[in-house]
């Protein structure tokens, strides 16, 4: 089992007569079983750095390690949930979650046996035979889910995988995605641009700022788990992060931000100083 | 979503669309509004049909084309879904190729009769070589358009789970063109069907296009209206078989939205 370190990592795109710097010497650690949190407005590099953890980008300048092996290439104790699925419409929910198995030398009983227990750790098992387009937005998500959890990895990297779903459905996979790692205290890495939805799963969460890409803040979250995107408490820290985030992001338009965003009772804030949640 | 069921009864519909068909046809025999040497009777037909059955011709005639149909339409499934693909996969070759390819797509391939009695004479090539061009362009341009629109993280969970090379081909881009190449599978079988009949009207000394041409020089009407019937026939019955594939259910999400 091991940790993330991220170290001084930059990378920059260049396009035809423009070049973006997506990242700019982004340092980051997450321990080992640690649920981390990475939050900033659409475009701050946030899945550029998610990519390279994964090995499917390559730094231009840093090193990303897990535990003390840097990452070279995409391998078999990392696994990406990616937006939106990403899943094979035209396999089904048990094909989907057996796809990567594959490539692991597991044989068809094996692959089908351990495809079944992740999807019913998500509770799909009645929906293993169905394809994608006979599942509401929510199981596939839950699927994408189990796809990543079945390579069995040490690092689970998720790219704001709940961003397309609607609230209720987001507030069942909090409930689960919590339950999930809870139950096999993987690393989490996690990638949001809403901030509420930091403070419901994160051990920490991480800020980043706009162009070009660099983490701005870490903000340990202790509130007692499981947490609800609705709770007193969890309102209380977002609604602090946000502020503290928009004095450094003046620049970055409101929309960009889901709920959890505005300012809402200014009367419930606490000193910016002090550690949030520490007291519950 | 609106539930709506073809009952056996909702079925039965289309027949009798058929019977008033051939009665207001048997109607405009009998009261002679055509002459009888440019218009059959349903009972003519028949009896038409009857004796190119029995002769043997018609199996004859239908045969030979349906194999120039099936060489036509295989070579160019064949050639062009491997340059579909390649076309798909690379954009420098998408920019040399496209433009020429829409061209020939959109040129009729009946213009190409000229050059295929010139080239290749009477008999079965001309009518395959028609065919393939009917197919081939629209097959290349299914199939590239199918891997241009594959959704790149689709790749990315490939390289995640770490497929290579060739398996990426496997995994990922054919299973995910399957519903585009389908749906252009049945529209250019069903295209070559029409060019079969034209090319062997003008190219050919047998074959169902053919078959109705030289009833119309011999003036037998009874035997070209069988022909047309029997090319009728045979055109639906290739649309329901590609239908088919449609219902494979790994393609299924491809139409079903
Ligand atoms: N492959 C790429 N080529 C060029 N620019 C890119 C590429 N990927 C990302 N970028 C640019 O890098 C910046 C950061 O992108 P990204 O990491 O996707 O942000 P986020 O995930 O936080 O929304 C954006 O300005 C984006 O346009
Ligand atoms: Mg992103």
């Not at chain 1, 089992?1 to 997506?22: L, P, W």
């Not at chain 1, 004095?247 to 809402?264: I, M, V």
């Not at chain 2, 295989?74 to 050639?79: H, N, R, T």
Request: contains cysteine; proline residues 5%.
């Amino acid at each position: 089992m091991a940790g993330i370190s991220i170290c001084g990592v930059s990378k920059k795109f260049t396009g035809r007569n423009d070049a973006v710097q997506a990242l700019e010497n982004a340092t980051l650690e997450i321990a080992d079983g640690e649920f981390v949190v990475l939050v900033g407005p659409s475009g701050c590099g946030k899945s550029t750095l998610l990519n390279i953890v994964a090995g499917l980008d390559v730094a231009d300048t840093g090193q990303v390690y897990e535990g003390n092996k840097p990452v070279k290439e995409p391998g078999r104790s990392r696994s990406v949930v990616f937006q939106d699925g990403a899943l094979f419409p035209w396999l089904t929910a048990q094909k989907n979650v057996e796809f990567g198995l594959k490539q692991m030398g597991l044989n068809r009983k094996e692959r089908a046996e351990r495809a079944a227990h992740y999807l019913q750790l998500v509770h799909l098992t009645k929906f293993r035979e169905s394809f994608l387009h006979e599942l509401s937005g929510g199981m596939r998500q839950r699927v994408a889910i189990a796809r990543a959890l079945a390579m069995e990895p040490e690092v689970l990297l998720m790219d704001e995988p709940f961003s397309a779903l609607d609230a209720q459905t987001r507030e069942d996979l909090y409930v689960s995605l919590q339950e999930v790692w809870e139950r096999t205290r993987k690393t989490i890495l996690f990638v949001t641009h809403n901030v509420r939805e930091a403070v419901v799963l994160a051990d920490k969460v991480v800020l980043m700022g706009i162009r070009p890409g660099r983490i701005q803040t870490v903000f340990p979250i202790r509130l007692a788990r499981p947490r609800h995107a609705e709770d007193v408490d969890v309102a209380k820290v977002a609604h602090q992060i946000s502020m503290g985030l928009k004095e450094s992001l003046a620049l970055t338009r409101n929309e960009e931000y889901d709920e959890g965003w505005q300012p809402e009772g200014s009367g419930l804030l606490r000193p910016a100083d002090s550690v949030l949640g520490d007291n519950i | 979503m609106k539930q709506e069921i073809l009952t056996p009864k909702l079925k039965m519909l289309s027949l009798l669309v058929v019977l008033v068909v051939v009665a207001l046809w048997a109607v405009l025999f009998s009261k002679g509004f055509f002459p009888a040497s440019s218009f059959p009777s349903p009972v003519q037909v028949v009896k038409g049909f009857g004796e190119e059955a029995r002769s043997g011709r018609l199996f004859d005639d239908t045969v030979a084309s349906l194999f120039r149909v099936s060489t036509g339409f295989g070579l160019a499934v064949f050639l062009g879904i491997p340059l579909g693909l390649w076309l798909g996969l690379k954009l420098s070759a998408r920019a040399a190729f496209l433009p020429a390819v829409n061209f020939f797509r959109s040129l009729s391939p009946l213009a190409w009769i000229p050059f295929a009695i010139l080239w290749f004479g009477i008999g079965d090539t001309p009518a395959i070589f028609l065919i393939f061009m009917t197919s081939f362009f629209p097959l290349v341009l299914a199939t590239a358009s199918a891997v241009a629109s594959i959704p790149t993280v689709h790749f990315r969970v490939a390289q995640d789970y770490g497929f290579h090379g060739l398996e990426f081909l496997t995994q990922v881009t054919l299973p995910a063109i399957m519903p585009q190449v389908i749906t252009g599978l049945r529209v250019t079988a069903g295209l070559s069907w029409v060019v079969v009949v034209a090319a062997e009207m003008i190219a050919g000394r047998d074959g169902l296009g053919f078959l109705i041409w030289d009833a119309r020089n011999q003036l037998r009407p009874d035997l070209l209206v069988a022909g047309m019937i029997v090319i009728g026939v045979i055109g639906v019955v290739l649309d329901r078989l590609l239908v088919q594939l449609t219902l494979i259910p790994s393609v299924r999400w491809g139409y079903d939205k």
